[in-house]
Each structure stands twice: as structure tokens, then as C-alpha cells.
């Protein structure tokens, strides 16, 4: 595990939560970072992606409800997740290309009840 990610927990439908991840090395190393969920006996999918130049991709069932921002000098990814529903609820993965090697964090669980 090479990330340090946190924010999961339990929440309520409708909710918020954000989830941070810091990477090693320095920002100009960068280059995407990104956020992943597995659902409860589901494949891992790509959730929000945000690359070097600013560009952003989202799953179309979160958009408009998730946001992911960096913030440089930490070197720290954020996923603001609002207007959470059940079936958000999964393990969340942070994503790292650093001088182009992929670097995953631990996960963490987001649980929201109905």
C-alpha cells in the first residue's frame, strides 16, 4: 500500500462524506489521480477521475453529486460526495498514476443506509 487514504464511514441517503488520499513525491509526478468503488459482490469501477491538465471524468450515476479535487502542495486527491444514496455504498479506492505506475490505496468502506 503506497496511499494513505480516509473519510469512509457510515452516513444516512442524502448525506455527505469526503474522502482524501495523499500521494508520495511531489505533485509535477502526477499524472491522474482518481477514485474507484467496488460495490457488495460487484467489479471495481472507476468513479471520478481527474487528470494532470484538469480534466475530470465521473461515473454517470454520480455526477453532479460527487467532486474530485486536488490540492498540490499536499499532494492530496479529495472525493466530496453529497446527495449519497444505498447504492453508493462500496469500498472506495484511490488511484495514483505517478511517472506513470498506477498506486492504489487501502480502501475504505462507505456505508449508506436508506
Known amino acids: 500500500v503506497q496511499l494513505q487514504a480516509s473519510g469512509g464511514g457510515s452516513v444516512q441517503a442524502g448525506g455527505s462524506l469526503r474522502l482524501s488520499c495523499t500521494a508520495p513525491?511531489?505533485?509535477?509526478?502526477?499524472?491522474?489521480m482518481g477514485w474507484y468503488r467496488q460495490p457488495p459482490g460487484k467489479q471495481r469501477e472507476l468513479v471520478a477521475l481527474?487528470?494532470?491538465?484538469?480534466?475530470?471524468h465521473y461515473l454517470d450515476s454520480v455526477e453532479g453529486r460527487f467532486t474530485i479535487s486536488r490540492d498540490n502542495v499536499k499532494n492530496t486527491v479529495y472525493l466530496q460526495m453529497n446527495s449519497l444514496k444505498a447504492e453508493d455504498t462500496a469500498v472506495y479506492y484511490c488511484n495514483v498514476v505517478r511517472l506513470g505506475t498506477p498506486l492504489w490505496g487501502q480502501g475504505t468502506l462507505v456505508t449508506v443506509s436508506s
Open positions: 513525491g511531489s505533485a509535477f509526478e502526477i499524472n491522474a
Open positions: 481527474l487528470t494532470s491538465g484538469g480534466s475530470t
